[in-house]
């Protein structure tokens, strides 16, 4: 069974058994909220041609056509179909830029070490 749209998760149990009398669902009465959920789910999926353009459940079906993310192809993402494709990049750690005057400062105090005058 395919996922319960958030817009009927977010409903409430009273609100979803007043869409359920509106839309001629029956024995929905003992159901618990998850199971009316799919329950109402299916049964507006199996209907939509003679529910969609009813405003009081428009929500549900303005969420169905949302399209899906397309992914990029190369990055090992899901793609438009679902299907995933594992693709590693191997990236190669960049140097530490240093400027070229602290770099210069740095080897001239290696070159020429202080002197310590002896006590």
Not at 44 to 58: A, F, G, V, Y
């Amino acid at each position: 069974m395919s996922a319960v749209p958030y817009w009927l998760q977010k409903q409430r149990k009273p609100e979803l058994h007043e869409l359920a009398a509106h839309v001629g669902l029956k024995n929905y009465d003992k159901l618990l909220k998850l199971d009316l959920e799919e329950a109402l789910n299916k049964h507006l999926r199996t209907n939509q041609t003679r529910l969609e353009k009813d405003p009081t459940i428009s929500g549900f079906y303005k969420r169905l056509d949302t399209p899906v993310k397309r992914e990029r192809e190369s990055g090992g993402h899901v793609s438009a179909a679902g299907a995933t494709s594992v693709v590693q990049e191997v990236k190669k750690p960049k140097q530490r830029r240093q400027t070229l005057k602290a770099r210069e400062e740095l080897e001239a105090q290696y070159a020429h070490p202080p002197q310590f005058a002896p006590s």
